[in-house]
């Protein structure tokens, strides 16, 4: 079974950095891509990072320049360094892991989230 745990959430002033970790249960980082999304309330989860497997990156619009995604495959853990947040940064934040098969299923899990609030 497979189990991702997100860390790192809480309280945060406007301009301020946190780091978030997700850790992996299961040996998944070794093939399987992973990623951050979020959902603020009253809105849909959003893509906010995703980084496979070899460690090609992507981000969301609204966090380039500011988040960094990282991934430790030997350590089984991901991490998303969030700098100058904004109180629009406000979610939480769920740890995804992804693979697809040849046929095209798609393998899947995420985290319970960890809630990330920005505010003075």
């Known amino acids: 079974q497979v189990q991702l745990v997100e860390s790192g959430g809480g309280l945060v002033q406007p301009g301020g950095s946190l780091r978030l970790s997700c850790a992996g249960s299961a040996n998944i980082f070794r093939v399987y891509a992973m990623g951050w999304h979020r959902q603020a309330p009253g809105k849909q989860r959003e893509l906010v990072a995703t980084i496979t497997s070899g460690g090609s990156t992507n981000y969301g619009e609204s966090v380039k320049g500011r988040f960094t995604i990282s991934r430790d495959n030997p350590k089984n853990m991901m991490y998303l360094q969030m700098n100058d947040l904004k109180p629009e940064d406000t979610a939480i934040y769920y740890c995804?892991?992804?693979?697809?098969?040849?046929?095209?299923?798609?393998?899947?899990?995420w985290g319970q989230g960890t809630q990330v609030t920005v505010s003075s």
């Open positions: 995804n892991a992804n693979f697809e098969f040849p046929s095209g299923s798609v393998s899947e899990f």
